[in-house]
Structure formats: C-alpha cells, structure tokens
C-alpha cells in the first residue's frame, strides 16, 4: 500500500474516532491504534515502542482507575508518535506535527493536546525554536499527561518495558549532546521523574517494581 492510501486510511480511521469519542464510546482506542498503523506499521521499532506504548497506556488506565478518561490515555498512547509519519512531518518536530494531523481531522482537544505536550515537549519546543508552533494547542491536564508520558517513558524504543532512569538514559546516549532532543531531556528530566513519582504513587503495584524505577 502507497503511503498516500496509509495517509487516507489514517484519516478516515481519526474521523470515525472523533465521532467515536463524541458519543461517549469506550472503544475508541482501537480505532486510535488502526490509525497509528496504518501510518506506522511500516516503522520497524518505531511501531513496536508505539504497541508498547499502547499497551503500558491499558495498563495504567485500568491500575489507575482514571475512569471515562482512561480511552482518553490510552487513545493518546496510541497516537503519540504518529507525527513521525513521513506524510506528516512538517516542522520535523514530531509532538507539534502530530498534534496538527489530529486536529485537522476532527480528533478531540484533550486527546490532540496530550500528543502536543507529551514526554517534556515544552522543554524540546523551547530548544527548537518552536513555542509559539506548541502554543497552539492548550496544555492538557498534568494527571493526564502524566500517565501518558510515563507510558512513553516505561518503553524503550524496540518496545520492551523499562524504568524512566533507564529510559532518559538511553535517549541520552541515542541522540548527539548536541542534538535538541539531547539537550530538552537533560533540562526536563527533573520535571520528567517528578511526573513519574506522582503516577507511581498511585499504582497499586509491588513496591520494589518502583523502587526499581
Ligand atoms: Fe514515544
């Protein structure tokens, strides 16, 4: 299939997601996951840590007992990463990217801003020169944006779960020191553990997994 057909599946799936999530249907996130692979499937790991990701963002979701905003998590989870979609890169700055695929095709606000905001993209924003570009979107509630980028966070990029500290570093290691995305996670990693504090807080879960963090 063409990447122009994946785009257009990609769309038509968002579409049904938004009329999905506006009448209140609890099954919205497989259609968030169809999008995401109609334009992702073809990543290698990229889509593995994004099924990752989906996963942990299920888990979490029914841990943390978020309610009706559980879809909500887990349909962000699903759609976090898919501004690395050839098709949409734009600015090249994938949250940003994203978040404007999602608007244009009628996906709500709350799941839209979650995907702009996600994993400390304030701080990369800032690096990129691209704030005002993120400003657009308003800033989706901490609670929720917490367990989405711990989500992100407990995934390594082949999708194998893993701790936060393990995660910071091996993105650390993986982009250049000089690379924006090097020096936005060495400003937002204090503000990063501090959201994964508070979403461990409020796991019912062995300890020693979270001491392990
Ligand atoms: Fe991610």
Redesign the pocket.
Known sequence: MTSGSNYMRAAATLRHLSREMDGGSTSSSSSARSAAESLLSGMGR?WR??QG?GAAADRLASELHVGAAGDVVRAAAWL??IGYAPPLVDTGFHPVDGARFLRAHGVPELVVSLVAY??GAVFEAEQRGLADELAAFAEPPSELLDVVTFA?LT?G?DGAEMSVTQRLSEILVRYPEDSPVHRAVTASSPSLLAGADRVAEHLVVDPATVASR
């Open positions: 990229r840590h994004v990701v976090h990463d996600h994993t992100d995934t990029p």
